[in-house]
């Protein structure tokens, strides 16, 4: 078997390579530890080697389970809203949307306040755990009703609490699917994120600073590549203040805003890439050292 051999990159960039996938050629043997080889021997593992669908009927259940007791609630929440605003909630696409709906629910926010707040933040759970685009709007809306800090709070618990259910989701059937589908390169993944265990916490927290990837793709991917759960909240709770802040920020002025690229322009762009320079910073100058 020819060996080729894989330059040491980042678990930022490997996180890149998953999002725009490319043709690799590694050694399985070896790469494949006492742990791996243990999986094939489990249920997911078994499945894969007899070309079965990778998830179990318990794995199922239990992803459907979760999207029913969402469902469920939001429904109930639905229901305890006055008649006259069930007609007046949709989800925003767009910028007249949202301010169509912020004209029509704010004396509604202003007079059920406690109400409002749980509808708001199981919906806004219920689209980061399922990737439901939009949330963006969603943290807009939060700027145009509650202002800079009470949003900002909202949005920052809504949006760590969604990726956390996400990553549970993603980690019950996504890590699955993909072993089935591509056991080579996950493992090769998995290996390299494994080497950098110690600098995780600061490529995670440049990812989720800086626009470099989705945060659904994050959201989707780490589990899948054995990021620890503990660092991917930390980084979650704390990488996502300086968008969610410009975000919200942006929320009072939503009459004046035209579109939602302006929310991003150059030099919001370089502030955020700036903060996330920082935070990685401290990981280039040990790699330096360690060179020297």
Request: hydrophobic residues 50%.
């Amino acid at each position: 078997m020819i060996k080729n051999r894989v330059s040491s990159s980042s678990p930022a960039s490997l996180l890149l390579s998953m999002a725009a996938p490319r043709s690799l050629v590694v050694d399985t043997e070896r790469l494949l530890t006492r742990d791996e080889e243990n999986n094939l021997d489990s249920p997911t593992g078994k499945r894969y080697k007899e070309g079965k669908f990778p998830l179990s009927r318990w794995e199922f259940a239990a992803a459907l389970g979760v999207f029913v007791v969402f469902s469920i609630g939001l429904f109930s929440i639905y229901l305890t809203m006055p008649a006259a605003e069930y007609g007046k909630l949709k989800l925003p696409r767009s910028l007249s949307d949202l301010r169509l709906l912020k004209d029509n629910i704010g004396t509604y926010a202003k007079v059920y306040p406690a109400k409002f707040i749980l509808g708001y933040c199981s919906t806004y759970i219920f689209m980061q755990t399922f990737m439901i685009p939009g949330t963006i709007f969603m943290s807009l809306l939060a700027g145009a009703l509650f202002g800079v800090f009470k949003g900002l709070f909202l949005v920052v618990f809504n949006s760590t609490a969604g990726a956390s259910s996400c990553f549970f989701l993603s980690k019950l059937i996504g890590r699955p699917i993909v072993n089935w589908l591509w056991p080579e390169k996950l493992r090769f993944f998995q290996a390299e994120i494994a080497k950098r265990r110690d600098k995780l916490l600061n490529y995670m927290l440049f990812l989720r600073i800086t626009p470099t990837l989705p945060n659904l793709f994050i959201n989707l991917a780490s589990p899948i590549v054995d990021i620890p759960f503990h660092i991917f909240l930390s980084a979650t709770l704390v990488g996502l203040i300086p968008a969610a802040y410009i975000t919200v920020k942006a929320g009072l002025a939503l009459g004046e805003l035209k579109s939602v690229k302006d929310l991003y322009d150059f030099k919001t762009l370089s502030v955020l890439f700036l903060i996330g320079f920082i935070s990685i910073l401290p990981t280039i100058l040990k790699r330096k050292k360690i060179y020297e």
